[in-house]
């Protein structure tokens, strides 16, 4: 028998663990075409929680009583298809189960031998082209300019920065505990840090960290921390909205202030950003990121969980922070 995680509920405000149902299915007969996945490493990930709300968005909402969908890598264990063997390992969109059958579309070969394999769900994978093609398409960086970073010691944000640290600019993360805040200075190189949960001023303290102000905003969180970073910005800003985590589990419309004053007062730039958008620049941006890597300009963190049934543990423990850059189950 196989074990299957389901969506059971539509979370109302921050999921819960009896939002998910775990059941058991019979794993069918392979046909001519199909490979037998064994999973190995799950990625969680924020947008996730956009998918469980009955809404319309860039990407169909999961249904209920159906399994949750996500980056992972598996092994092949099986094969009726002459694509793959069996030993080889892909990554792709697939469902929370243990084993899987597959017909392969859509499924990328990893090496195991070119880099670890969980590092293809996160710094080779969507989210490291989120923060190189974010970062380099939107924010359009140059050097001697002013960075800064939300949700800076997430898998996203940690890679922001360091990119922007390669690029020649100055960079400001924010995070949210003293440790986050350190790690962001000794082990990536950003310039200054700041700790949102202690700090009462978050506008004073990013005047303070960037006293030229702030000419591109990487945006991985909004709210609060977002309008603090508007106060700050200066004229010809560029702002990627990537993420908005701070409001995903709101189940009504925030208050927020007013953007359009300081676009204008500014001649600033905020665009919504989208990592599929840029399909055509993968190959181009892992490349980079794979060199960076190979030249110990750029490093990455991950916060591995062990275990199938831990799954929704981990993926909930994202939005208090649990996580120093990329999330990931180990099965
Ligand atoms: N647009 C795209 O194509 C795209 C692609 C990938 C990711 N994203 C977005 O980018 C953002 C980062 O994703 P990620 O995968 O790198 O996740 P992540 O940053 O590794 O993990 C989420 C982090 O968000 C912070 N957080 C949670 N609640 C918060 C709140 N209320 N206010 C401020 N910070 C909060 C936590 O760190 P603290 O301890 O600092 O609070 C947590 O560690 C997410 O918003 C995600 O949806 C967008």
Known sequence: MNNTILL???PVGTPQLSDF??????IPELKEGQILLETKYVSVDPYLRGRMNDAKSYVPPFELNKPIVSGIIAGVIESQNSNFSKGDFVSGMLAWKKQQVSHGKDLMKVSPEKAPLSAYLGILGMTG???YLGLTEIGKPKEGETLVVSGAA??????????????GLRVIGIAGTDEKV????SDFGFDEAINYKTTENISAAIAKASPGGVDVYFDNVGGDISDAVLFNINRFARMVICGAISVYNETSLPKSISVQ??????????????????????PAAIQKLSEWLK?????????????????PGAFIDLFSGK?????????
Not at 21 to 26: A, I
């Open 8 to 10: 059971d509920k539509r």
């Open 129 to 131: 082209l989120t923060s």
């Open 154 to 167: 997430g898998a996203v944000g940690s890679v922001v920065g360091q990119i922007g640290k390669i690029l």
């Open 295 to 311: 030249e110990g300009k750029l490093t990455y963190r991950e916060t591995i969980v062990e275990g199938f049934d831990n799954i």
């Open 21 to 26: 149902k775990f059941t058991e299915e019979k």
């Open 323 to 331: 996580n120093k850059g990329k999330m990931l189950v180990k099965i």
């Open 182 to 185: 350190s790690m962001l200075k």
């Open 261 to 282: 004053p300081f676009l204008i007062k500014k001649s600033a730039l905020m665009q919504g950003f989208i990592v599929g958008n840029y399909s055509d620049k993968f």
